[in-house]
């Protein structure tokens, strides 16, 4: 498990330090790729909106359906459900909860 706030800026969160992230994300975000990641791999990364809200995310990882846009409501919650399969990041995205 690996929390904290995510300032604006890019990412590529270590998975070595486990599979679930909570983060709180205090500006806009890139995250593109995660580090120390096997192939299989399955990381569940949860985002909430500070109090500011309307954060975005911006990333070439494949998500369901092709929506990666997050909630924009202060507080809200979303989860991204990410599997690696060894050459790419299929990501699902559930948002909205509050």
């Known amino acids: 498990y690996s929390g904290g ?10 998975v070595s330090s486990g599979t679930v992230h909570k983060y ?9 790729a995660l580090t120390n990641v ?6 569940t990364l949860i985002l909430t909106q500070d109090g500011t ?4 995310l911006t990333s070439t990882m494949k998500f369901a359906g092709g929506s990666k846009t997050l909630s924009t409501q202060t507080g809200a919650i979303d989860v ?4 690696y399969d060894g050459a790419n990041y299929l990501a699902g995205l559930t948002k909205g909860f509050a």
């Open 38 to 43: 096997a192939t299989a791999s399955n990381i």
């Open 80 to 83: 991204i459900s990410i599997v």
């Open 5 to 14: 706030t995510l300032a604006a800026g890019t990412y590529a969160l270590d």
């Open 24 to 32: 709180t994300l205090g500006g806009n975000i890139t995250m593109n």
């Open 53 to 56: 809200g309307s954060r975005t």
